[in-house]
């Protein structure tokens, strides 16, 4: 146990959080994606909804301020205007530390999966809304 860290953030993603690099991707999902399919390295976080596990990621990972779109999100029934109570929740816990204000990139839901084969790593939990996956990409910390 560590103090000062969200204690669902166990040794295995934070290590895959540290190893991470400036403009690398994480996948966070629900439980209805097919995670394993990506082959990337994959944390299952259990029983905790998307708004827990991306309050605690966030917590650490800083999101890129080099990009507009750091966040995104899969698109809703092919209509980038709907936007589920989850997706609103996680880009309101994105905005609490980020620089500026911001927007989900929302990708087509096909083209979301071929993206999710290019990220360094998964993070599943058994969110059971469905359309509850994002991508993230790390950013920089610059001193204080």
């Known amino acids: 146990m560590l103090k000062g860290i969200d204690p669902l953030l166990n040794g295995d993603l934070l290590k895959i959080l540290d190893d991470m690099g400036h403009g690398d991707q994480l996948l966070v999902v629900d439980r209805n994606y097919p995670a394993h399919a990506a082959g990337k390295p994959l944390v299952w976080l259990g029983e905790v909804s998307m708004e827990r596990a991306a309050s605690a990621i966030l917590s650490v990972l800083p999101l890129d301020t080099f990009l507009d779109k750091p966040l995104a999100r899969m698109e809703v029934d092919d209509d980038p205007i709907i936007v589920t109570p989850i997706q609103e929740a996680v880009l309101e816990l994105a905005q609490r530390d980020h620089a ?10 096909l083209d979301f999966y071929d993206r999710a084969k290019e990220v360094f790593a998964v993070v599943q939990t058994l969110e059971d809304q469905p359309y ?3 991508i993230l990409t790390k950013g920089v910390i610059f001193p204080t």
């Open 100 to 109: 500026s204000a911001l927007e989900y990139e929302i990708v087509p839901r």
């Open 132 to 134: 509850a996956c994002f």
